[in-house]
């Protein structure tokens, strides 16, 4: 099995920055991504930001020039800096690793509340 733990979660208020962590433990044979996703009150669950093994990422355009996803491979971490935080990016934030089997894994989630 594998473990997802984020920290980093909490109240900031708009215009602010907060940074996601999360570590990954266990069964851990490859990894093809790690990345951020989000839930905001009474929405689908988003891509936020993705960062592929060989390094190249991917945004949601919402967080384009805001948000930078970086990993630790060593560590098996992968980060979420967030500035220039907005009251629309209020949500709780999930961290996924998608193994070299093509089988994704989700952390618990962590809230993320920007106030106006």
């Known amino acids: 099995q594998v473990q997802l733990v984020e920290s980093g979660g909490g109240l900031v208020q708009a215009g602010g920055s907060l940074r996601l962590s999360c570590a990954a433990s266990?069964?851990?044979?490859?990894?093809?991504?790690m990345g951020w996703y989000r839930q905001g009150p009474g929405k689908s669950r988003e891509l936020v930001a993705i960062i592929a093994s060989v390094g190249s990422t991917n945004y949601a355009e919402s967080v384009k020039g805001r948000f930078t996803i970086s990993r630790d491979n060593a560590k098996n971490t992968v980060y979420l800096q967030m500035n220039s935080l907005k009251p629309e990016d209020t949500a709780v934030y999930y961290c996924?690793?998608?193994?070299?089997?093509?089988?994704?894994?989700w952390g618990q989630g962590t809230q993320v509340t920007v106030s106006s």
């Open positions: 996924n690793l998608r193994n070299g089997a093509w089988i994704d894994y």
């Open positions: 266990g069964r851990i044979f490859s990894i093809n991504a």
